[in-house]
Every structure is written in C-alpha cells, then in structure tokens.
C-alpha cells in the first residue's frame, strides 16, 4: 500500500459535514503524528489540524471548533470530522507527517477534493 491514503471528500453545501479518513501504515506516521493539510486553488498547501503520537490534538486557527481531529478504530486510520463547512474550506486535503521537509520525502497521496458551495 502507498502510504499515505486519503478518502472522504466530496460536495457539499455551506454549513454541511464531511468526515475524512487518512489511512497511514507506515511506523513513520506512528511516531510522529499525523497533520491534515489543505491546498486551495491558487495558494500554498496549509496546516488544518495535527494529532500527535500521544493523542494530542491541535485545530488550527481556520478551523477551530469545527474540525475535530482523531484516530479511528481501525489501527492506522486517523480521521478528520469537518462540521460547519465554509466556502473556504473548498481545497484539496492531504495527510502526511507534522515535519514538511520529511513530508516531502515521504511523498504525498493523491488527497481528497472538498469542495463547499455557497
């Protein structure tokens, strides 16, 4: 399996949820955490949220109160419930490891489209 997998995107309405799974088998995910990042047209890929290998939880100031990071049931799943969708959530998300440079060398999935209409 090509790590990292991620799933869940898709349209909705303003207001409306989505719930996105990141699948990460790789140790590397496990010992150092997982972050969702985003990438809006036009603009640098950005930090959502990140859950650290302690089970720490950190929403980052776009999104906080409104996506709850968390580790699924299924071992090596980490999830990312969006509530209260906002035009400008529309992007691609991606997960990967808190560390870009290490990000980068471990390569990026494919993502998955969000796409929020007004």
């Known amino acids: 399996q090509v790590d990292p997998v991620e799933s869940g995107g898709g349209l909705v309405q303003a207001g409306g949820s989505l719930r996105l799974s990141c699948a990460a088998s790789?140790?590397?995910?496990?010992?150092?955490?997982v972050v969702w990042y985003r990438q809006a047209p036009g603009k640098q890929r950005e930090l959502v949220a990140t859950i650290t290998r302690r089970g720490t939880t950190i929403a980052f100031d776009s999104v906080k109160g409104r996506f709850p990071i968390s580790r699924g049931s299924a071992k090596n799943t980490v999830h990312l419930q969006m509530n209260n969708l906002k035009f400008e959530d529309t992007g691609v998300y991606y997960c990967?490891?808190?560390?870009?440079?290490?990000?980068?060398?471990?390569?990026w999935g494919q993502g998955t489209q969000v796409t929020v209409s007004a």
């Open positions: 790789s140790t590397v995910f496990h010992l150092n955490g």
């Open positions: 990967n490891v808190p560390d870009y440079d290490l990000a980068n060398r471990i390569g």
